[in-house]
């Protein structure tokens, strides 16, 4: 060694730096590993989950999500920082390993590093450090002077975390200080007369510090480099041994949160994994009721958030003022874990999650039922965080235990008698179809009776019932009709979906309806199956089994504006600007983003307008099914904020392919006082009005004879 | 406590079209769906609270066929212990004062501190509560919504007064009390409760187990019978207003004043 002793050599006190440091490692690990012992322990007494298939793809993933930042940039600043602070750590993860060995042993050098790797290496972490450096001090300013809204912690939730997050933040700065001064006086000593040249990269940290110590006596320098070490060490395995204790045990967890996420998001988790459908009778209790409840996988997600409150800042129950943040259901949580499986001390297990009795009471039944599983949280989270599972399992649970809002109590007891949330009769499903003008235009059968239909259009409760929405019903059978789709209805057998019925955690009413529905489905023959409806396309596509491919009338305008069979006269009304209005369950949950857009574009005339909240980011619109029923807590209507957005897009025609989204908007153009400037039309009620009706090749004559509507069959082309 | 709960399977007014028959004299009843009054489960409700607070067991029994089993079923979903079946061919028919007699042989045979009933059925005329509770000679409080109970022996029953105010008075058990809807919020029961209740035997009692005369019951004993049955003339139409705005506020302000909603 030149110059100044080695960290290892040094005697400061009693014992050599080589035993100080071995003991400080000695410690350090196994305090850390006693800490993550202690942490795993839920993990091990909660429900099963399966997330052990399909290694390669979850590592590519891991690739994408993890190593790749993916979601990162969604959030400019915020996600650049946290993409220069990861890659640092990356970087410094090989550097901090090897100094904490030459502490032991001076002469260590990681492998792959001894010969010209070593030095480029070296400069590359001189750099790392003074990025992650900086970006800690501007993340400081940010926690201490720009307070973006997100990281507010409103009084109902607890205390703010500005303090913890700085403390932390600042021993990582500290972190990268001493580790640039252990490296800096170590250059200082070597740069002095006589000894050989170690190069520092320029401007960085350590370069500085080093330029700052150049006429530091050797002595100093042996005193600074020991203590640098030695605070390096220190803050280290502090480091370490903290954050098992609040929201940067995502830096050590984050991986295998990525790693084990949800590869299919859009099918709902099963009651209980490792248990078949059919067995489910045997199943005491359903959802979750306690912390135990929950699956490994999602308490893994409650140490992993990094409370970033993206997740919050997303969410469309948050930003009306329902009791719902989704951020908190998970910091709520991890408090709780903390709490009840403390690191030093008895767990004690077993207190209810739900209701404002004891402690253990985190959730409220308002705000566990605020949720409309529309999904924007889960779009957002960078490392992958679960919440619609977490939501319907908790869920389940108060179903299970019959604490059920009354609101909801009667549209589910009327889908448990008639199969629809309306209560109304069966006999009356087909009634949108059946006026004597609409079968003259558009007859619209029964399926399976006297015809052999192709194509089966599931129409779904609220389109069948609801006066306005029959609109859509009856817009869609035409457009059925105008390409020849050999079509039929279930009519009187269809029943509801039960799309909302599954996520409002009701999964036994759920099977029946399932049940009926998929029995009706293969009795009628049918090769696929239509709807106009994203909720119950999402049922069919992703929650019932065994049934014909299912199609979402968008998709298939969409097919057709291509092959040329959907022709559309130009907009007339030249003051008229559109915008797309995203439904959850088309979008975000079944990528249909470009489909509906497409169909738009290729209408004449029609100007289209992007609200700033589209695709992935699109901003509920209220949320459907049985949630059209939930009496919510809410200072505002989310339809309202939305109908606002499009408004100040420069539209003044709303267009959605969703009967929920159009009650919300239109109820919202009404409470916005936007009547008469906002006006909303279904995506199939705009293209059934645009559409040219005069097919090309068809004679005028045939035309006209065949009237408004071409009757379905495969050789008129 | 034991506490017993009467309860009826009737139309359920919100998933039906209730129409005439083609004879007139009842309503078609061929497509309804039914359920539990809803008074009565709100009663049910009442005696599992009561029961979670101070023991006991909750009964539900019912008058009628075999139809109203599911009733039964789905309130011993909800918590009840016990469901039966009061059936017997003596007792269709039965008016009020019938209905009451049997459920008073019913009462007699078992040992029951509290008797719930609904406050009344939806297609019926609130007689059987207070009939009951005159036949057993038991003390009765009607339009309950709240009940304390005091040290086994008594109870604090609440009732509310036309306009709004409350009145709360002290009943000697064993008692009938007629229950308002809205003392509590029913627990919801979902369909795996049910399911879980399915298969489990509901026992039933007749006229002979429960030492109920046939002839005073059923038909034969009725001494009310209906007549009629019909859907009242719509009345005359709302009144539109086609005045400015000023001029209708002004006019529904004075109409509504003259029936005495402002004061």
Known sequence: ?717 | MEILVCARRVPDTSENEIQLNSAGNDIERDELVYSINEADNYAVEEALQIVARVGGTVTVATVGGEDDEEILRREMAMGANHGVLITDEAFIGSDGRGIATILKGFVQRGKYDLILTGIQAEDGGAQVGGMLAALLDYPFASLVNSIEVMDGKKLKVSREIEGGNKEINEIDLPCVLSIQTGINEPRYVGMKGIRQVASLPIPTCGAADLGVDASAVGETGAKVKRVDYFVPALGKGAEILHGGREENVDKVLELVTAKGGLK
């Open chain 1, 1 to 717: 060694m030149v110059g100044i002793e080695s960290a290892s050599q040094v005697t400061p006190w009693l014992v050599t730096g080589r035993t100080l440091f071995l003991i400080i490692h000695v410690l350090g690990i196994s305090c850390f590993a006693y800490i993550v012992a202690r942490r795993m322990v839920p993990l091990l007494r909660a429900e099963r989950d399966f997330r052990f298939d399909h290694p390669w793809l979850r590592l590519g993933r891991v690739l994408k999500f993890w190593l790749g930042q993916w979601k990162q940039p969604r959030y400019k600043l915020a996600g650049t920082l946290h993409i220069f602070i990861f890659a640092g750590f990356i970087v410094l993860a090989v550097r901090a390993f090897s100094v904490l060995i030459v502490g032991v042993s001076e002469n260590f050098v990681m492998p792959g590093l001894a010969g010209r790797a070593g030095p480029i290496y070296d400069i590359i972490t001189d750099y790392a450090a003074t990025i992650v450096f900086f970006c800690m001090v501007i993340a400081v300013m940010r926690r201490l002077v720009f307070k973006p809204a997100r990281y507010a912690v409103p009084a109902r939730y607890g205390k703010a975390q500005t303090a913890d997050a700085i403390f932390l933040l600042s021993l990582i700065a500290i972190l990268m200080v001493a580790d640039s001064l252990f490296a800096a006086a170590k250059a200082a000593a070597q740069s002095q007369p006589g000894q050989s040249i170690e190069t520092l990269a320029a401007f960085s940290l350590p370069w500085i510090l080093q330029k700052a110590l150049a006429s530091t006596s050797l002595p100093t320098l042996g005193r600074l480099y020991f203590g640098a070490y030695l605070v390096h060490e220190l803050t280290f395995y502090f480091l370490l041994c903290y954050r098992p204790f609040g929201i940067q045990f995502h830096v050590e967890t984050s991986l295998f949160n990525i790693y084990f996420a949800k590869l299919d998001r859009e099918i709902l988790k099963p009651v209980r994994w490792g248990v078949a459908e059919e067995h489910l009778d045997q199943v005491k209790s359903f959802g979750v009721k306690t912390f135990e409840d929950f699956t490994w996988k999602h308490i893994l997600d409650f140490y992993s958030c990094a409370d970033c409150g993206r997740c919050s800042d997303n969410c469309p129950a948050n930003a009306v003022g329902r009791p719902l943040s989704p951020r908190f259901i998970t910091v709520k949580a991890r408090d709780y874990s903390f709490q009840h499986y403390p690191v030093v001390g008895r767990a004690n297990n077993g207190t209810p999650l739900i209701g404002n009795k004891g402690s253990g009471n985190i959730y409220s039944a308002d705000e566990i039922w605020s949720c409309t599983t529309c999904g924007a949280c889960e779009a957002e989270c960078p490392l992958l965080v679960e919440y619609i599972d977490k939501i319907v399992d908790l869920r389940r649970g108060m179903v299970d235990d019959g604490n059920v809002p009354q609101s909801l109590q009667k549209p589910l007891k009327a889908l448990e008698s008639r199969g629809n949330p309306y209560g109304k009769m069966e006999k009356k499903k087909a009634d949108w179809a059946n006026t004597k003008e609409f079968q003259q235009v558009c007859p619209v059968e029964t399926v399976g009776k006297s015809n052999n239909a192709d194509t089966l259009y599931f129409v779904d409760s609220i389109t069948s019932y609801d006066d306005r929405m029959q609109s859509i019903g009856r817009a869609t059978a035409k457009i059925l009709n105008h390409v020849g789709e050999n079509f039929g209805i279930l009519g009187a057998a269809e029943r509801d979906s039960g799309h909302e019925v599954r996520r409002f955690g009701e999964e036994t009413l759920f099977m029946a309806l399932r049940g009926h529905n998929v029995d009706a489905i293969k009795a009628s023959g049918v090769q696929r199956i239509v709807t106009a409806d994203p909720h119950a396309y999402n049922a069919l596509k992703h929650d019932y089994k065994d049934v014909p491919p299912v199609e979402h009338i968008s998709q298939l305008i969409s097919r057709e504006v291509k092959t040329g069979k959907i022709k559309f006269n130009p907009i007339e009304n030249e003051n008229s600007v559109y915008a797309y209005h995203d439904p959850c369950y088309l979008g975000r949950h079944n990528q249909i983003y470009d489909d509906p857009r497409d169909v738009l574009d290729a209408i004449p005339g029609l100007k289209r307008v992007e609200m700033t909240r589209s695709r992935d980011r699109s901003f509920c619109c209220g949320g459907g099914g049985l949630m059209l029923f939930y009496e919510p807590k809410e200072d505002q209507r989310m339809g309202v904020k939305r109908v606002q957005m499009a408004a100040e897009a420069g539209a003044n025609v709303m267009v959605t392919a969703c009967p929920f989204c159009m009650v919300n908007i239109e109820d919202a153009i009404k409470v916005a006082g936007l009547e008469g400037k906002m006006t909303a039309i279904d995506l199939a009620e705009l293209v059934d009005q645009q559409i040219a009706r005069e097919r090309p090749g068809l004679k005028e004559k045939d035309a006209a004879e065949s009237k408004e509507c071409v009757v379905a069959s495969s050789n008129t082309q």
